[in-house]
């Protein structure tokens, strides 16, 4: 895997966790936990998928991107569903 496109990627998911979640950059990392350290709830995670689809053109299962719990797990997901 390239670790220029996971840094990318995580750069992405952080950027737009920011938004979602109305933090800093520097608040969320590649261990923060969304449902412990930001309240993640179900139409977040579904926010997110959708930025995933659109960004990457990639199919996103909802199910799968759930058992996801860090910004990390999400990143390797979508390395898996780029074929990374």
Do not use: H, W
Not at 9 to 16: E, M, P
Not at 59 to 84: D, G, H, N
């Amino acid at each position: 895997m390239s670790a220029s496109f996971s840094e990318e990627v995580c750069k992405l998911i952080i950027d737009r966790l920011c938004v979602v979640f109305g933090k800093a950059p520097g608040e969320i990392r590649p261990e923060t936990n969304l449902e412990t350290d930001l309240g993640a709830k179900s139409v977040n995670i579904s926010q997110l998928a959708n930025f995933i689809e659109d960004e990457y053109e990639a199919q996103v299962s909802f199910v799968e991107l759930r058992k996801r719990k860090t910004v990390a797990e999400i990143v390797k997901y979508v390395e898996e569903i780029c074929e990374y």
